[in-house]
């Protein structure tokens, strides 16, 4: 793809290199990048055409140091691919009046209290829920909703304090850790508080959605959430089929289509996670304003060949995106997470790596002597390694995926360590 001259604001990096370089190296080689942090890190240094130092959880110093910028500089638009600052990048957008969905369209994406409003006045499929200020209040909620329920912050993100109660002394354990979980600092960019809602059965799935503009949705991907071990809300990994026959599903298009109306996003990309309910069909878990994360981008890449980055940037700077699927094969993501709490004393990859066909990365991402987390208790900083494979089909995926589970050799002593979910 050829690259377009005019540079686009980029509100946010991120610290990690392996969950962002390749969403950053696709945006950059679309469109320079200017980059808006505190601090730039060096993995990121190459793909950046200028930078802006600003404190991101201020959006008032953000706009400012953007509009001063684009005084003197032009500037095609503005994007956030980090859940912190997809609010941040609608307020610049809207005030330099360039291409976005409205700061209050992001701002609802990120307060889930009123995202569920929204779906429940538009009457499209979700989970009835409630704001709880008690932990004796969530119980109450919880008894007349019925068990089991689900216990979760209002404007967190990566499963963070994502509890399943059935009791209701399951929803006051839950509670305070609800109230006060953090993931990568995201408890610095939205409202607090607690939410007690419906348990929804069914497999769970993302769908990475463009939004073109008013009324012009597009289903690109359809992500399956790997199975996790009962009692934890964490995600174990992601697969994308290109042949997956629910990107073309009437029924799941029409509750995408009612959950972008409903929240009123005109534009950009957005990864909506959803339930298949057995009895409901599918029903809306959550719309993030951003891209998807655990590497959701590099799957629907490798197995479609469409690049979500480069979707995301041309949509932010009025170019016509690129959005139909020149691959029809599979990808997947698995995560490795401490089989017990305690200290990480050894972890390595076995050999026999090259005996795993299709197997494009494997990679450890915590070190020996590191306090670790099991599930139920375990956020991302607790994951061991993760692995990435390609095949013909979903299935030569998930063979794959066994495959390079076995290559992990993860020593960990017990001691009786009490994790933080604050990062």
């Not at 950009?268 to 009895?279: H, K, N, Y």
């Not at 990859?349 to 450890?364: A, I, K, N, S, T």
């Not at 020996?368 to 607790?382: E, I, M, Y």
Request: aromatic share 4%.
């Amino acid at each position: 793809m050829s690259r377009d001259a005019r540079p686009l604001v980029l509100i946010g990096l991120g610290d990690s290199a392996v969950y962002r370089e390749e969403v950053l190296g696709s945006i950059a080689a679309r469109h320079p990048v200017i980059c808006v942090d505190g601090e730039v890190p060096a993995w990121a240094r190459p793909y950046l055409a200028h930078t802006i130092e600003a404190d991101l959880s201020d959006t008032a110093a953000v706009t400012a140091a953007v509009s001063d910028y684009a005084r003197a500089h032009p500037v095609s638009g503005v994007l956030a691919y980090m859940e912190h600052h997809v609010q941040t990048a609608a307020v610049a957008a809207q005030l330099l009046g360039l291409p976005g969905s409205s700061p209050q369209s992001m701002a609802a994406c990120r307060d889930k209290a009123v995202s569920r409003r929204l779906l429940a006045a538009h009457q499209v499929p979700s989970a009835r829920s409630v704001q709880a200020s008690t932990a004796e209040s969530a119980v109450a909620h919880a008894d007349l909703m019925g068990y089991p329920v689900v216990v979760k912050p209002r404007s967190m993100a990566g499963s963070a304090g994502v509890v399943r109660a059935d009791t209701a002394a399951a929803v006051r354990e839950a509670f305070e850790p609800a109230s006060s979980a953090s993931v990568m600092d995201l408890h610095r960019y939205g409202p607090a508080g607690v939410l007690v809602e419906e348990y929804l059965p069914g497999p769970e799935i993302s769908v990475e959605t463009a939004v073109l503009g008013p009324g012009r949705v597009r289903i690109l991907a359809v992500t399956r959430k790997l199975p996790a071990p009962a009692g934890t809300t964490q995600e174990y990994g992601h697969l994308v089929d290109a042949r997956d026959p629910l990107i073309h599903d009437p029924d799941l298009i029409q509750v995408i289509e009612g959950a972008v109306a409903a929240h009123d996003i005109r534009l950009g990309v957005l990864c909506i996670e959803v339930r298949l309910t057995p009895d409901g069909g599918p029903r809306i878990v959550e719309v993030n304003g951003r891209l998807g994360g655990d590497l959701l981008p590099v799957l629907v890449r490798r197995a479609l060949g469409i690049d979500l980055a480069q979707v995301a940037a041309d949509l932010a700077t009025g170019v016509p995106p690129r959005l139909q699927p020149v691959l029809q094969r599979a990808a997947a993501i698995e995560f490795a997470y401490p089989h017990r709490s305690g200290t990480l004393q050894h972890l390595s990859v076995r050999p026999g790596r090259e005996q795993v066909p299709g197997l494009e990365r494997l990679l450890l991402t915590r070190t020996p002597g590191a306090h670790v987390s099991a599930p139920p208790h375990a956020t991302l900083n607790d994951r061991l390694a993760h692995w990435v494979v390609l095949g013909a089909t979903a299935d030569e995926c998930r063979t794959r995926l066994a495959q390079a589970a076995g290559l992990i050799d993860a020593q960990i002593t017990h001691h009786a360590h009490v994790p933080a979910c604050t990062t």
